[in-house]
DNA sequence: GTTAGGG
DNA sequence: CCCTAAC
């Protein structure tokens, strides 16, 4: 019986190989003119031009340097992998760990014994994570790895590692260490301990105003406020990063059964349940390991991330796995998988060949990424950027992806063939072999579990590329040319999404990218600039807007200045308690403040032991009691004043 | 646009 | 923080 474990991880890698400054613009508006993150061929003089990893350099190639022992149980047998393994954003054993070491995402469910081969059918799909075990630490930016192993004399595992060198998330934000932005709004002004409305001995210390200036450009900014908060003001960015990194390491955990057989299909509900709760459970340690905040709602794709050594095996047949790229959601894959105990050519083939020589081996050391295009403002902060980086890759990961093989700078569009077939076994060094990550082009999965379900899955999953109208227009010709291999595969396979879902019969096995390019269409200058701008930016919008605020805790700092400002001016007038500490803080708004005030006096008015985040210091607490008091008492006053008068004119 | 209050 | 009603 076939027991060939297959893990799958996913990783993107985003670097600036190069970043410039705009090049002198004499002529456009300054505030409209753009930086762009663009194709390295489009060589326009004005924008930006930041070439993502799409080049040939060696680090962002997918390698594979590593030959797939024969599993030592002269009974295994190479099988494509049921599930669709092309496909990784639906894939059934992609996995993603955020852990930076190599992490080891499988565990072999299949042994191969003998006694359980083709004549035991009795095996179930298992998708739960009973067996996790919390590996060590979770960092995020440490070295892209993925990487497969086989150990050809362990049977039981079949080690996949990723890292994500993408997920230098925990990266400090560079702050501008500038002093703290606590600032004397008039400073001439000496400010008599006792506020304009309030008795002195209302307020034990009412220094000269304090004004919160925000540093921030940009509303969103997660920059730091002030030095103070630096380790906090850390915290949204990796929060968000938390958050986009577990889209962008969309992955799954599967430990599938070797044996298949109808009956599995019974099985896969009750074990997409058990996959669902134990993510949750799941989710949790991994939250706590990481230290990263989170944010409860919609953070999810339907993946969650693996750091366990565990694995993650399937097996099937190339037939499943066609169906299962074609966009089949993960109840139609398992039931193919589940019904995949039918033998394809390839399994044939496979059985067939006994010796180690028929097994590869790889190592995915990453993967590339599909191309980017982001265009921002010239004035739009380095965080944003990088916030918008992060959404395209977002975007194009949350809209479904596929795996794309690459041999010798050809693309291999036939899944059916084996490795043997196409020459990846043997035929072709292995640094011959490549991946990519690919757009898929009807992939928008319906997500594993209800919305409500506990289960972290993805609820907003961006609509798949394919959607957008660009996806059939946005292409290049040039490319292919100028550079046939990696970027010209992954641009091609970016763009050319539809018509590569339908693949012509007469497709061979190894397309060569001179061959993609009869499908792709030349756009001008302009039209790439237009067409880069608009996707990114419509799904920034959409997507920033759908999305909460960033929560940025207040520091003491804010505090202060926040119930120095109530404390003179009350508390009803929080529009000029915002113009008054905070105008410069661009992101407290008014209502913020306002929030802000009835979160601390609730804080003042519960005990200590109640009290979370950072503390604030009872002195303050004692302001904001004092401070609400008196206020209230006036608005009382205001009220009976206003009783007789209406009285009166009554 | 602000304010107030519930979620 | 978000949302909304009320002003």
Request: net charge positive; glycine share 6%.
């Amino acid at each position: 019986m076939c027991a060939f474990d297959l893990l799958a991880t996913v990783a993107g890698k985003i670097l600036h190989e190069k970043e410039s400054s705009p090049t002198s613009s004499n002529t456009s508006n300054e505030k409209n003119r753009c930086v762009s993150v663009q194709k390295a061929w489009e060589n326009e003089d004005n924008p930006v031009k930041i070439e993502p990893s799409f080049q040939e350099s060696s680090d962002k190639r997918v390698l594979v340097s590593e030959l797939l022992h024969q599993a030592g149980d002269q009974n295994f047998s190479y099988r494509e992998s049921p599930l669709p393994q092309n496909d990784v954003h639906s894939g059934l054993a992609s996995v993603v760990t955020t852990d930076c070491s190599e992490i080891f995402v499988a565990e072999k469910l299949v042994n191969g014994e003998k006694n359980n081969e083709m004549g035991s059918f009795t095996s179930n799909v298992d998708l739960g994570f009973s067996g996790y075990r919390d590996s060590g630490n979770c960092k995020l930016d440490c070295e892209n790895k993925l990487i497969i192993k086989d150990d050809p004399h362990k049977t039981g595992k079949v080690p996949i590692g990723i890292g994500a060198d993408m997920c230098s998330l925990e990266d400090p934000v560079v702050c501008d260490g500038r002093p703290p932005a606590l600032v004397s709004s008039d400073s001439s002004v000496k400010v008599p301990l006792c506020g304009d409305h309030i008795p002195c001995s209302s307020f034990p210390a009412i220094r000269d105003d304090v004004k919160i200036v925000s540093r921030d450009d940009d509303e969103n900014s997660s920059g730091c406020t002030h030095p103070s908060t630096i380790a906090k003001s850390i915290r949204p960015v990796s929060r968000i990063a938390d958050r986009r990194i577990r889209k962008i390491l969309a992955s799954r955990y599967w430990k599938v059964s070797s044996k298949l057989k109808e009956e599995t299909l019974s099985n896969v509900d009750g074990d997409l349940k058990l996959i669902c709760r134990n993510r949750k459970g799941y989710y949790k340690r991994q939250r706590s390991q990481m230290n990263i905040p989170f944010k409860k709602r919609k953070i999810f794709q339907r993946s969650s991330v693996s750091n366990s050594d565990r694995w993650i095996s399937y097996e099937g047949n190339s037939h499943s796995t066609e169906k299962g790229i074609n966009g089949d959601d993960l109840g139609s894959c398992l039931k193919m998988h589940g019904a995949s105990g039918t033998s394809s050519s390839v399994i044939g083939q496979h059985t067939s060949i006994q010796s180690r020589d028929s097994y590869v081996k790889l190592r995915i050391k990453s993967f590339r990424v599909p191309e980017l295009l982001i265009e921002m403002s010239e004035t739009a902060t380095v965080g944003s950027l990088k916030r918008a980086v992060m959404e395209a890759v977002t975007s194009i990961l949350g809209g479904g992806l596929r795996v794309g093989v690459l041999l010798q700078g050809k693309k291999v569009r036939d899944d059916n063939k084996t490795l043997q077939q196409t020459g990846i076994a043997h035929d072709h060094p292995l640094d011959a072999l490549g991946f990519t990550l690919e757009p898929n082009p009807a992939q928008n999965p319906p997500p594993l579990c209800p919305r409500d379900s506990s289960c972290m899955l993805p609820c907003d999953v961006p609509p798949p590329l394919t959607r957008h109208p660009l996806d059939s227009t946005v292409v290049h010709q040039g490319d292919s040319h100028a550079s046939p291999e990696p970027r010209a595969a992954n641009l091609g396979t970016f763009i050319e999404s539809d018509h590569d879902s339908a693949p012509s019969p007469t497709d061979t096995s190894v397309d060569k990218s001179t061959t993609d390019s009869k499908a792709l269409v030349a756009v001008s200058a302009m039209d790439v600039d237009t067409l880069a701008v608009v996707p990114v930016h419509r799904k920034l919008k959409r997507s920033e807007m759908a999305q909460r605020r960033i929560r940025r805790p207040f520091s003491v700092t804010e505090v202060e200045a926040l119930v120095q400002a109530v404390e003179k001016l009350g508390t009803g007038r929080w529009r000029d308690v915002k113009l008054r500490a905070f105008d410069n803080a661009k992101h407290r708004t008014y209502v913020d403040l306002k929030d802000k005030w009835k979160t601390l006096v609730h804080t003042a008015r519960i005990s200590p032991q109640q009290r979370r985040g950072e503390p604030v210091p009872q002195e303050l607490l004692d302001r904001v009691l004092c401070a609400h008091a008196y206020w209230s008492q006036q608005q009382a006053k205001q009220q009976l004043k206003q009783q007789p008068e209406t009285c009166l004119l009554l």
